[in-house]
């Protein structure tokens, strides 16, 4: 702008699409002929585009970056204001977000709208919501039919009445860790919270792991509040669903919205009440861009918009169980199943006591093919489960050695029997299985290991001949990613286990999440002793998390309850972690992983950040991260910190990119993020120091090291 016009203008400060990486953190100065409240969307010009962005908040005292002479500037383009402003709240959040996970507050800002945001100007905008005014009317809130919603048991009662007084009170209330087995409430106990907030006139936000896991919730939310106005948000919408629930939400229109982690961002001017349920479920980390733990912000959000937030689990993250201890969030616990159905009974199977052919081992063990076949025969459901998919894991050379590595990664490439394959779950790689050993040419090569594959094809086998009550042969079909790769099959498998037409499904940990099989009266994992001796130090949290939601699929019709079992073949039934799943004590478990924890300093007594390097030699990736460590160690901030010495990280190599990692230790999270703080702008300059180097990241709060 020229000194004259520059004069005549206003300054806003505008938060822009620009990443971490650019130096660019903090909202940019921009010109404008007329004030602009924050909030507001609007297009500017950056470098040589004009890019959607935000109007933020103007500087506070103390913010960092200098202010440049109004000449310098560039002026706004159009502004979408037909939109009302993202309110302030809202911007808190991201600021927040932007902060913690080290990004800028343009690039997340900008990511956690809808993209099709992007693509209109005023006027189309203007379109979609006069379509939008249209399809309002509808619906009106009609009355909730009483004979559809349940009398509470004691516990749920009294964990609602905790609810409401939490509601009323003006102060942010303390977040609620609502602890209970599958099929102990816990869903009832937030559509009864829901109901008051609606009541109130507030608006709800639900999350959800998994985007699978959407359409029952949404279903059940749906059935019990008919005429309410419910949306989804989640990645599998399209552009145009997502951009039209997401207006819905922001405009005040929708009541509930139901969503997997991107929807914590969800915008929502009357927002009342938060629940998260299975709280403790990794999927609500993201794990690249701005890695941020959609289950931690909705904890945050709550407290800043001063709202309870309902956070549900069988088995809490040992983080909120500590949180929990420590009396900073309270625990509700819903003690028992509702009907009082028992949890299935525990069968560990000592794969120790099975003899011993020419080392081979069965995938299942006589014990459990009998249990599998009593099923069979008594018209009952079981479900199998192993957590690997394809064939076998790894082709390999009785004669040679020789092993089907991917050429790109660190990684075997897996025999898939189905198309005939060897692909690497890595970089995607594929190719046709090869007749004879690449590489001495012997013709007899063979799989090693078992995935869900071949456990079906080994099933089928060890149940023909095996009839079912009405006298036809056992059916045994597979969920895993594989097969569920076409839009709708998913849905289509589970229908079909639904309706019975499947007697045991085999499948990878994708079918022991939420999903609510009433006829499975056994369910098995028959190979789960890796995660014990795991170098990642959740592996066992995960694990026990996995075995008891597996366990809550069984039996849960109360008629079944007596005659369920949850089988483990393991090599290590004496294991303190299968010892505490065959008394179904979470109670146990936790308190002697929170032991281990802070006898090895892990959280949630310590604090953790990642700095990842990848590059196409190792040896670039380690030069950035041990020039990252000196300049780490040169900061005043870095007393309290602990800087552990580059290492590969587990899968070293992956599309022929080698990555490296840096973990960073504190025992004070403010410490840890005041060093973030300080860091960043030395990592962006040494990045453009160290040639050859692709990316780096940082990681706050990682799930595995
Ligand atoms: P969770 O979310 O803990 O798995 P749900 O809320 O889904 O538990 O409850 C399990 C089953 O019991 C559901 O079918 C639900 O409709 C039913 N249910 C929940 N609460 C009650 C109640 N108080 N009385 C009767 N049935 C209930
Ligand atoms: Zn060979
Ligand atoms: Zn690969």
Redesign the pocket.
Known sequence: ATPALAAALLRLRVAVDAPQHSGIAAPLDYLSERPLAPGTLLQVPLGKRELLAIVWDPAQEGDQGQVLPAEQLRQVGPALDALPPLNEAWRRLLEFAAGYYQRSIGELALSVLPPQLRELDGKQLQGRLKKLAKLRTEADASAIEASAV????VA?AEALQRIDTLMQTDAAPPPLLLY?V???????VYLRAAEHALAQGRQVLVLVPEINLTPQLEARFAERFAGRHIVSLHSGLTPAQRLRHWLAAHLGEADLVLGTRLAVFASMPRLGLIAVDEEHDPSYKQQDGARYSARDLAVYRARLERVPVILGSATPSLESWQHANAGRYQRLA?PAR??GGAMPRVRLFDMNSLPRNKGVTTAISAPLLHALRQRVERGEQSLVFLNRRGYAPVLHCGECNWKSDCPNCSAWRVFHKEDRTLRCHHCGVAERVPRACPSCGNLDIAPLGRGTERLEEQLAEMLQGVLRPDGGPARVARIDADSTKLKGSLESQLGAVHAGEVDVLVGTQMVTKGHDFRRITLVAAVNPDAALFSSDFRAPERLFSLLMQAAGRAGRDAAQAAQSEMWVQTWHPQHALYQALLAHDFERFAASQLAERESAGLPPFAHLALLRAEARTPEVAEAFLKAAAEAAAGLSTAAQLLVYPPVPMSMARVANVERMQMLLESASRPALQALLRAWLPELQQLKREHRGLLRWAIDVDPLAI
């Open positions: 349940p009398e509470l048991s749920q209970g599958t099929g102990s409430g816990k869903t009832e819903l509702i009907g």
